[in-house]
């Protein structure tokens, strides 16, 4: 079965700071990559994904992220982060055949301080 | 357009009693997706269902866990009777149809509490 890792369980980040956000999956076959993000008091909502072509993929609010099929790696990225950006985030696969449900790594929280 | 509804938002019982989660998806939205997500971990598959079919339920508890899509449309979660261990949020999500690249709209979740 495939699974996530997210390494960084909480990053405490100051404004203006550059963001990278490690995530591994364990799958050998064609997957479907995902970031989700929780902000404060609300619910996940879609940062970015990845299913083909081009391997580095631009999401909403400035983020990015890089798929690196040989490192098995999606790690998402911002340049410069905000205040605004502090939210849990969440990396997810989903596998090309078979189950179509989301398998989620168990999340980053990112702090950012003014 | 309208979100993924659910209720209640948080809801509170005592071990061994029932209790019911209801989800309304996204208008038009052949799958709904029940997930698990106890804190400090990422949600958890619990049931898929492709209109009132059940397409993926490998991970559902059934000696206790129990999910319904009457027309397709609206579901319900319930556990029957609840556990310690069953204290978690529960999502409620929906797509478009079923490709892997699909994206899911995720719901607010219900907060159970088990004491």
């Known amino acids: 079965a495939q699974s996530v890792s997210q390494h960084n369980h909480h990053v405490i980040l100051s404004e203006a700071a550059s963001l990278e956000l490690g995530c591994n999956y364990s799958?050998?076959?064609?997957?479907?990559l995902f970031w989700y993000v929780q902000y404060p008091g609300q619910h996940l909502q879609l940062l970015l994904k990845?299913?083909?072509?081009?391997?580095l993929v631009k999401g909403i609010k400035g983020f990015e992220a890089e798929f690196i099929k040989s490192k098995f790696s999606f790690n998402l990225r911002k340049p410069s982060v905000q205040w605004s950006d502090t939210a849990e985030y969440f990396c997810?696969?989903?596998?090309?055949?078979?189950?179509?449900?989301?398998?989620f790594g168990s999340g980053t929280r990112l702090q950012v301080q003014p | 357009e309208a979100g993924v509804a659910q209720s209640p938002r948080y809801k509170i019982i005592e071990k061994r009693q029932s209790v019911a989660f209801w989800c309304n998806p996204i208008?038009?939205?052949?799958?709904l997706y029940w997930y698990q997500q106890i804190l400090g971990q990422g949600p958890k598959l619990l049931i898929q269902?492709?209109?009132?079919?059940?397409?993926?339920d490998s991970q559902l508890p059934k000696d206790r866990f129990s999910a319904e899509r009457l027309k397709g449309v609206d579901s319900t979660l319930k556990i029957q009777p609840a556990k310690l261990e069953d204290s978690a949020v529960y999502l409620c999500?929906?797509?478009?149809?079923?490709?892997?690249?699909?994206?899911?709209?995720f719901g607010p979740g219900t907060r159970l509490t088990v004491l």
């Open positions: 999500a929906s797509s478009s149809g079923t490709s892997p690249t699909d994206t899911q709209y």
């Open positions: 799958y050998g076959g064609t997957v479907n």
């Open positions: 990845y299913f083909s072509g081009d391997p």
């Open positions: 997810a696969v989903v596998m090309d055949t078979g189950r179509r449900a989301l398998t």
């Open positions: 269902f492709q209109n009132n079919g059940v397409v993926d």
């Open positions: 208008s038009g939205h052949a799958t």
